[in-house]
């Protein structure tokens, strides 16, 4: 069964960066879209962004210019840098491939 297992999440000062990961186990991984979500305390789910098997990739507006969303279809791994931090992008961070959710990384951003 595909799992996937999120890492890289932490503490991080604002203006920092962090680069989460994402690895897949199973072969589905290089033919979905792959994608990165987030949810703060008392908050929904937001989609942060998207990357299609051929690389496309997508960005919710408050994330753009400051995060990027990479694939190692290779390693079965996918990829979030993001620079710049804010308080606001505090959150627990999930990926998703198809209909399989990981159980998420916590990134805090505060001084």
């Known amino acids: 069964q595909v799992q996937l297992v999120e890492s890289g999440g932490g503490l991080v000062q604002p203006g920092g960066s962090l680069r989460l990961s994402c690895a897949a186990s199973?072969?589905?991984?290089?033919?979905?879209?792959m994608v990165w979500y987030r949810q703060a305390p008392g908050k929904e789910r937001e989609l942060v962004a998207t990357?299609?098997?051929?690389?496309?990739?997508n960005y919710a507006d408050s994330v753009k210019g400051r995060f990027t969303i990479s694939r190692d279809n290779a390693k079965n791994t996918v990829y979030l840098q993001m620079n710049s931090l804010k308080p606001e992008d505090a959150a627990v961070y999930y990926c998703?491939?198809?209909?399989?959710w990981g159980k998420g990384t916590l990134v805090t951003v505060s001084s």
């Open positions: 990357i299609t098997s051929g690389g496309t990739t």
């Open positions: 998703r491939g198809g209909a399989i």
């Open positions: 199973g072969s589905i991984f290089s033919i979905v879209p």
